[in-house]
């Protein structure tokens, strides 16, 4: 995982509420990322920050947010909008050096919907 | 945009054979290739990744091989453990985002 935590480890969300899940590094990476893992799905991606104060949206964005305060931290927000939210949320940030990127993840938010 | 795809979605071996796992990508500027081994219930862990400018890595019992030209990377585990049993993924990346083919299950049997 190396100084990705991710928070917390299991969520439980009832109907119509948000949910935040916690993503925070100590790496200082520039960039991080929010994937969704569904089972036969891969990783399809939510959200993702180059940098403090800017993210975009990565393929499947629709009923998330997120926002980018601070460097070490990337919270995404599960809103009532996301009708089927019951997944694994992995966050993810990456190491630059020079114009190679690598990327690490953190150890998962299982979400589950009451 | 990219698309990458993995095959075979599940490999079961004996313990001590080889395993080959093979992705295609589609974005001819995808320039890295990492690789991923998933346990259940962990997140994703770098095992070995691949740049554009060489054609085959190595770390002990793990490769990867690149083809720029046929636009496919491949995973090779020689001496198969049952502790390598998991999910592996393969990824390429093309600006400034990776994309995940979707998983290969490999089984090794004592």
């Known amino acids: 995982d190396g100084g990705i935590t991710q928070s917390p480890k299991y969520l439980f969300r009832k109907e119509g509420q948000n949910v935040t899940l916690s993503c925070e590094q100590n790496l200082n990476h520039d960039a991080m990322y929010w994937y969704r893992q569904d089972p036969g799905q891969g990783l399809r991606l939510i959200y993702y920050?180059?940098?403090?104060?800017?993210?975009q949206k990565g393929d499947i964005a629709e009923g998330y947010s997120v926002s980018r305060e601070k460097k070490e931290s990337f919270p995404l927000t599960v809103t009532s909008a996301q009708k089927n939210p019951t997944a694994f949320y992995l966050c993810a940030s990456t190491r630059r050096d020079g114009l190679e990127e690598t990327q690490y993840f953190g150890p998962g938010t299982r979400l589950l919907v009451l | 945009g990219e698309n990458v795809e993995q095959h075979p979605s599940t490999l079961s071996v004996q313990e001590g054979d080889s395993a080959v796992i093979k992705c295609t990508y589609s974005?001819?500027?995808?320039?890295?290739f990492p690789w991923y081994k998933q346990e259940l219930g962990k997140g994703p862990q770098l095992i070995i990744d691949?740049?554009?400018?060489?054609g085959e890595k190595k770390d002990q019992r793990i490769a990867v091989t690149l083809n720029k030209t046929a636009k496919h990377f491949s995973l090779h585990i020689t001496e198969t453990q049952p502790e390598d049993s998991a999910v592996y993924f393969c990824?390429?990346?093309?600006?400034?985002?990776?994309?995940f083919g979707k998983g290969t299950k490999l089984t090794v049997n004592p």
């Open positions: 974005d001819s500027a995808s320039n890295y």
């Open positions: 920050s180059q940098i403090v104060n800017d993210f």
């Open positions: 990824a390429a990346s093309a600006r400034e985002k990776l994309v």
């Open positions: 691949i740049r554009s400018n060489v």
